[in-house]
């Protein structure tokens, strides 16, 4: 019996077997394959940078992201507050919403006006802001003032009750940025950084400790730190002034005793049965809210903490029922929009030529985030329960009508950025009807 061996193939000089080729072949596509994959990823990221390059990109950003918030806080507000309202408004469940809508509609005509006021003419109404505000502050120690949850930080106006605080953030911002522009060539010396801002802003963050509302003052707090920090105060300077606000926030929370279980018990609500019944009761169902959403949430209206656990559902808590009913998603969504803001507004800051729209851009965006913040950290029981809403989603005038004011001002900002003037005409131009220019009918349409 014979066996046959079989001989290797002959390969001329220079050539490559079937299966030699067939794997040069594959990496050369798989290679081809990554290669335009990659091409392809910098394609995207190039056109997404040049997308955010453009000049009213920031314009857009806060328009986009201040209505979605907007929109979704009035959703939010209608179902928090549903319950509450059935119970106080003689078996009406959108009378708390109806209010908020309200004010809504209220400031619509004062944003629009923000947009287009002009530069010079809003600092006009810096000292008269600030002077109003702290009368206004005053006031509250009056018999005009109104006690609210132990604070006595409201003022009756006739049918109409109002939080000056709130008020007294956005005049602060406007006061302190108009210092600062009117002093921009002395700022490197500290004393003109610290003189007469930080006195004047001690004065009115007293007169809001006197009323008892902690949350604002350290909302207070933070503005001044940011601007501080935005001027470019030096390192020792911007330092002592976070330590000594920490210790005041401290010492302020301690000279309570309300407060200060709030304070030792915010960590852990479920420490004992006596802390769960007390200071802890808010923050743990809470908790539960957040808890039980899950990843998408139980559903717009299906909440089951707002049925009367949970206090302040639809104002300092209303970011736990949109957790509980929107899920892990819908609270990123809002964390997302209020980052979308934040980029915008400190974009606007460092574009901007105009000192005194660049210290406003920055104060109004460290006050929305830094409130964001707290709110957010004291629904995670990150923070000790204060007592302060969150921006634009949580109900009440007081704060929604100035959040809205300063937002139309950094849209107003977003406008007079390099080349954003000069999109917008562009714009317009294109909108207009054939034959029609901003002067009238053009010749063409004439004839």
């Not at 794997?23 to 040049?50: E, T």
């Not at 004011?405 to 107003?412: E, F, P, R, T």
Request: contains cysteine; hydrophobic residues 50%; charged residues 15%.
């Amino acid at each position: 019996m014979t066996t046959t061996t079989s001989k290797p193939e002959a390969r001329l000089p220079g050539t490559r077997s079937g299966s030699d080729a067939g794997r040069n072949a594959s990496g050369d596509a798989g290679r081809g394959g990554g290669r335009r994959g990659q091409a392809s990823v910098s394609a995207w990221l190039g056109s997404l940078r040049r997308s955010f390059d453009r000049p009213l990109t920031s314009y857009y950003l806060l328009v986009g992201s201040s209505g979605l918030l907007l929109t979704l806080g009035l959703v939010m507000v209608l179902s928090s507050s549903s319950v509450w309202s059935y119970e106080v408004n003689d078996g009406n469940s959108y009378a708390t919403f109806l209010k908020q809508l309200t004010w809504v509609i209220l400031a619509i005509p004062f944003v629009l006006v923000a947009v287009r006021l002009p530069h010079r003419v809003l600092r006009m109404l810096a000292w008269p802001a600030l002077i109003v505000s702290v009368v206004l502050l005053a006031l509250t120690q009056t018999s005009l003032g109104v006690t609210v949850n132990g604070n006595k930080n409201w003022l009756a106006l006739g049918p109409v009750q109002i939080q000056p605080a709130e008020l007294a953030k956005l005049s602060v911002i406007l006061w302190c940025a108009h210092i600062y522009a009117k002093k921009e060539r002395l700022l490197g010396d500290w004393r003109h950084t610290l003189i007469p801002v930080v006195p004047l802003m001690a004065l009115v963050i007293g007169l809001v400790v006197v009323g008892h509302d902690l949350g604002t003052a350290l909302v207070l707090m933070a503005i001044v730190l940011g601007l501080l920090w935005v001027v470019g105060a030096p390192t020792k300077m911007f330092v002592g002034s976070f330590l000594v606000a920490g210790v005041a926030a401290l010492g302020l929370a301690t000279s309570s005793a309300e407060r200060m279980e709030r304070l030792t018990s915010f960590a852990d609500p479920f420490a004992s049965e006596a802390v769960f019944q007390g200071a802890g009761w808010q923050a743990a169902h809470g908790i539960f809210a957040l808890s039980s959403g899950g990843l998408f949430g139980k559903g717009i209206g299906a909440s089951q903490q707002k049925w009367g656990d949970l206090p302040a559902a639809h104002t300092d808590f209303i970011f736990a029922v949109l957790g509980e009913e929107l899920g892990l998603v819908g609270t990123l969504l809002v964390l997302a929009l209020f980052l979308v803001i934040a980029y915008a507004g400190f974009r606007v800051a460092r574009r901007t030529a105009d000192p005194f729209a660049r210290y406003m851009a920055a104060g109004i965006t460290v006050w929305l985030v830094a409130q964001m913040m707290i709110n957010v950290g004291m629904v995670l029981a990150l923070l000790p329960v204060i007592g302060i809403p969150l921006p634009l989603v949580s109900y009440g005038g007081s704060g929604l009508l100035p959040s809205l004011i300063a937002l139309g001002l950094l849209v107003s900002f977003s406008r007079h950025e390099p080349g954003a003037q000069a999109a917008l005409r562009a714009r317009r131009r294109r909108r207009a009807p054939v034959g029609v220019t901003a002067g009238g009918l053009s010749r063409r349409g004439r004839s």
